[in-house]
């Protein structure tokens, strides 16, 4: 027969007292229709845990670095206003946040790592900090304070940590939706910046093609009436300039380094270090909305993942162009980091016809290379008038040259101007040369 102590009786009534308090949290997880609620039910039931009165859950706002306070008990309207003021790395929270690992402080009042005043004004003495995690991805923390010096019992951080464990799909809910606004948001930006870039480019061709359209008018002044054809050709051409004037391509370099490159390095903390190879010039300007989502995307993760570094290479050759993002976190022998990669981010690889492999350099960061057919970004196609696209076109369908010109409704005269010129801005000298660019 087994005899109890009163020890034992204690120590299982304080595990049926977890126990029922984690199966209520549980029950109103399952059934919540608002988040609000539920992670204040996950604070009471963090401070039942521990018999305290104070506490917590913070999420972390990723675009600029900062905590957004989701519930709170027993804080005054002064210590809730500032929270959204405080870095994701500063400070006990910050080191508990940063390094994905569970902290106490006995007393608060005697530590030198707190920088926040409000907190010694407050009074607060005893602290536990737990990080919310799934998988890599770091999320935000629950923070449980003690007016008293405190020292945290092994059981009460791992009450702490179950909570944490039971709440951190919901916080991820929270910071999915908050990263998809401000990727929404860049992207908007974005697309303005290259639309106004793509406008001035357009626009600054116009007033060439008028001033160039100007002189040649002053020139027929001076010609003979047996050259007005010449000349009439010569003027053809250029109005066809101005016909394809609003053909939009920019270069993307720029917005790169400024929207992801320096951006991402100020929010994450990290180095992103930009590495330029064989790239193209210019690229059409929906080829380029495209690959910002790819490159903002695979830059994202990285920087959530790395310890201290990423990079973003943008290289090719003559037959392909690639987007390469490596990073300096460990990784499992045998892990393969194409698995990684986001389901929205394989989308947008699959419609640019593109493939993934695993990359490494020499300095040892690992990650994935995203491979695309150079057809996608072919500058020198942006260089043709909108008539010499339609003759490249014609060019690719096989069909004859007085096909061609009559669908056109041009002289076959005309047209081989129109493919003396296509050749030239390519780069070419064959018909099967020149329809490799469509």
């Not at 007033?207 to 007005?228: F, I, P």
């Given at each position: ?265 100020t929010q994450s903390g990290a180095p992103v270090v930009l590495d330029l190879g064989k790239w193209p010039a210019t690229l059409p300007l929906e080829l380029t909305t495209r690959l910002y989502l790819l490159m903002h995307g695979l830059v994202q993760s990285a920087t959530r993942a790395a310890e201290s570094s990423v990079r973003l290479h943008l290289g090719g050759d003559d037959d392909v162009m690639w987007v390469e993002v490596t990073d300096d976190r460990p990784r499992a022998p045998g892990g393969d980091p194409v698995l990684e990669v986001a389901p929205d981010i394989a989308t947008t690889i699959r419609g640019m016809e593109g493939t993934v492999l695993a990359a490494s350099r020499p300095s040892g960061e690992a990650g994935v290379r995203v491979i695309l057919p150079l057809s996608l970004s072919r500058p020198e196609v942006g260089k043709l008038t909108a008539r010499e696209r ?49």
């Open positions: 027969m087994r005899h109890y102590t009163p020890w034992m009786a204690a120590e299982t009534n304080a595990s049926q007292r977890r126990s029922t308090i984690l199966q209520r949290l549980a029950h109103d997880i399952r059934y919540a229709s608002d988040l609000g609620p539920v992670l204040e039910a996950a604070v009471d039931s963090a401070l039942m845990l521990v018999d305290a009165e104070i506490g917590a859950v913070s999420y972390a706002d990723m675009s600029t670095q900062r905590y957004v306070l989701a519930a709170s008990r027993g804080l005054s309207q002064a210590y809730v206003a500032g929270v959204t003021t405080w870095s994701l790395h500063e400070g006990l929270a910050g080191q508990a946040f940063g390094l994905r690992e569970t902290l106490t402080v006995t007393d608060l009042g005697a530590s030198r790592e707190v920088p926040r005043p409000v907190v010694r004004t407050e009074r607060l003495r005893g602290y536990a900090c737990v990080p919310l995690l799934r998988g890599q991805r770091r999320l935000g923390i629950i923070e449980v304070f003690d007016k008293e010096p405190r020292a945290f019992t092994v059981e009460e951080v791992e009450s702490l940590e179950l909570v944490a464990a039971f709440i951190s799909s919901l916080v991820e809910s929270l910071v999915t939706a908050d990263e998809l606004q401000f990727l929404r948001d860049e992207r908007a930006k974005v697309l303005r910046q290259w639309t106004t870039q793509a406008l001035t480019a357009a626009d600054t061709q116009r007033r060439d093609v008028v001033r160039a359209l100007q002189a040649e008018a002053d020139s027929l002044v001076k010609v003979d009436r047996m050259t007005g054809l010449e000349a009439g050709e010569r003027l053809r051409r250029l109005a066809d300039d101005i016909a394809g004037a609003d053909l939009e391509w920019v270069d993307m370099v720029p917005l790169v380094r400024e929207a992801i490159a320096d951006r991402w390095r339609k003759v490249l076109e014609g060019l690719t369908l096989g069909t004859p040259n007085r096909a061609i010109a009559a669908d056109l409704g041009i002289s076959p005269k005309t047209l081989q101007n129109h493919l003396t010129a296509i050749y030239r801005k390519l780069g070419v000298t064959s018909r099967a040369q020149a329809v490799k660019f469509l």
